[in-house]
């Protein structure tokens, strides 16, 4: 069965802190990851990662993929008090089938 | 449009009742996604559409939900004789094959 965890799933920190949230897979036909940012109900975008080792960049967000690990991380740093929300990794396993989401982690950043 | 539309945005409903919620996709995607999300939890997968092929129905919960997709643009979620476990956000996605899922503002329902 495809299975994506997300570790921690909640994490509080203060503004300025780096936080590392993690995603690891297990699914079939691995074709690419996703990380959304969900504040209120909608996830918004932020990276689609299809190739091992290459970091995608925006702003003071990262995020890599390790394919032979199985796993990925986002990286925040500086956090600011709009960091929080939940982060959500979702992994697409097969052709044009549907991506499965991990739990989230919930990220709470103190001023 | 320039993005994924839902409506209503929030639903109060009575044990029991039926309720319909809309989705409109983005124009030209040809996938289209139901999720809900209860209270703390992670997002469900409830149905998917694409194109013109059978949906993928292997997340609707029970019976009472169905969904359709008219001329391959909108869609409608139905849930039949509501139960109060039906409470949650129920979210709506549309992407292009193998592309970026886009998400819509969400339908809160809340079964009383």
């Known amino acids: 069965e495809d299975k994506v965890v997300q570790s921690p799933l909640s994490l509080v920190v203060h503004e300025g802190d780096t936080v590392t949230l993690n995603c690891s897979y297990e699914?079939?036909?691995?074709?690419?990851l996703l990380w959304y940012k969900q504040e209120k109900k909608a996830p918004t975008f932020l990276f689609m990662l299809?190739?091992?080792?290459i970091e995608k960049k925006s702003g003071r967000l990262s995020s890599i993929l390790d394919k032979k690990e199985l796993f990925s991380i986002l990286n925040i740093t500086a956090t600011q008090t709009g960091d929080s929300a939940i982060y959500l990794c979702a992994v697409s396993p097969h052709y044009g089938q549907n991506f499965v989401f991990g739990p989230g982690t919930r990220l709470s950043v103190l001023p | 449009g320039a993005g994924v539309s839902q409506s209503p945005s929030n639903k109060v409903t009575e044990k029991g009742k039926d309720v319909e919620l809309r989705c409109d996709p983005i124009s030209g995607h040809t996938a289209l996604y139901w999720y809900r999300q209860s209270l703390g939890q992670g997002l469900e997968f409830l149905i998917y559409f694409q194109g013109n092929s059978a949906p993928d129905k292997s997340g609707l919960p029970s019976d009472r939900f169905s969904a359709e997709r008219t001329g391959g643009s909108v869609s409608t979620l139905t849930i039949q004789r509501t139960q109060q476990e039906d409470s949650a956000v129920y979210l709506c996605?549309?992407?292009?094959?193998?592309?970026?899922?886009?998400f819509g503002p969400g339908t809160r329902l809340t079964v009383l």
């Open positions: 299809t190739s091992s080792g």
């Open positions: 996605a549309s992407s292009l094959v193998q592309g970026i899922k886009f």
């Open positions: 699914v079939t036909n691995f074709r690419s």
